[in-house]
């Protein structure tokens, strides 16, 4: 079967303090530093075991990732595993580039994130051009907030044209009509991110053929829903896969929203679903989407 897994371990720690984060930031100690290391590379060991099933990868973790050696060790080997069809991850780019070298440019891929004010942007764009130049998968984002448009505006003016570079809404905010379209002309897919999306009792993949997996192994149907499923390493997770509506009222978050079947994001993602990069002339035009309210208290 086609399988997607979402991977959050422990690690927490970031070297970045970005204000609107909604994730808590530490400095982990060395114990939690080992701890992450070694349930990484259970997961990957699981990951990389002969398997009719054919994976699909990516990290999201709450700190950044690719800073630490065994993050980067973890998505060039599995770049090279028959099996998997892609692996990814989300960072802030603030990691050097050459290990890339090591991985297969076909398979490894980067959902990179800008944070204004926490690195220098020429720094950030020089990354960019080295992944483009390395024939690296990517995508660009920012958080839309006011302070942060001119630097999106520029970013979209100096990425390669084929780079996607999106926007994401800013957590609790509410854009009026003019601002949502100032966004849109950098991101014509923005309308999909400015307002969360109800989701109650409608079919969504995951739970199905897109599961979270912890550093213990826990499986989910997604990060946003606490309900277990079983576990990764003892097998216990495959009875209970299959079609389920989702248990929450609305789903204002990229990664969880992307796998509901009432959107078209599987077709807008074609090929590039885990790293946030449209099909071909996909992001060419903004979408018609369809919002309902959501209640006072939205599931996060």
Not at 185 to 199: K, W
Not at 256 to 274: K, Q, R
Not at 278 to 289: F, L
């Amino acid at each position: 079967m086609d399988l997607t897994l979402l991977y959050r371990g422990p690690l927490a720690s970031c070297d970045y303090d970005c204000p609107y984060c909604p994730f808590a930031k530490r400095r982990d100690t060395g114990d939690q530093l080992r701890a992450d290391r070694a349930a990484l590379e259970r997961f990957t060991a699981w990951a990389a075991a002969p398997t009719d099933d054919r994976l699909s990868i990516l990290f999201t973790p709450w700190g950044e990732g690719l800073v630490r050696s065994w993050y980067r060790r973890a998505l060039v080997e599995l770049s090279h595993l028959p099996h998997v069809r892609r692996v990814a991850i989300q960072t802030n780019l603030s990691c050097r580039t050459d290990w890339l070298a090591d991985a297969d440019p076909g398979t490894v891929a980067l959902w990179c994130t800008y944070h204004p004010g926490q690195t220098p942007y020429d720094r950030f764009l020089a990354k960019c051009r080295e992944l483009s130049a390395r024939g690296v998968r990517f995508s660009v984002g920012v958080v839309g907030l006011p302070e942060h448009l001119a630097a999106a505006r520029a970013l979209r003016a100096d990425l390669p044209d084929h780079v996607y570079l999106w926007i994401n809404a800013a957590e609790g905010r509410t854009y009026t009509d003019p601002e949502a379209d100032t966004w849109t002309g950098i991101d014509p897919l923005f309308p999909y991110s400015r307002h969360p999306h109800a989701s109650a009792g409608l079919p969504c993949r995951t739970g199905e053929s897109v599961v979270s997996v912890d550093g213990e192994g826990t499986v989910r149907r997604c990060h946003f829903v606490p309900a277990p499923l079983g576990n990764l390493y003892d097998g216990s997770y495959r009875s209970a896969l299959g079609p389920r509506g989702c248990p929450l009222t609305t789903c204002d978050c990229h990664i969880g929203y992307v796998h509901l079947e009432t959107l078209p994001l599987y077709d807008v993602f074609a090929g590039g679903v885990l790293e946030r990069v449209p099909a071909p002339r996909a992001a060419d035009a903004a979408p018609t989407v369809t919002w309902l309210p959501p209640p006072t208290t939205a599931a996060r």
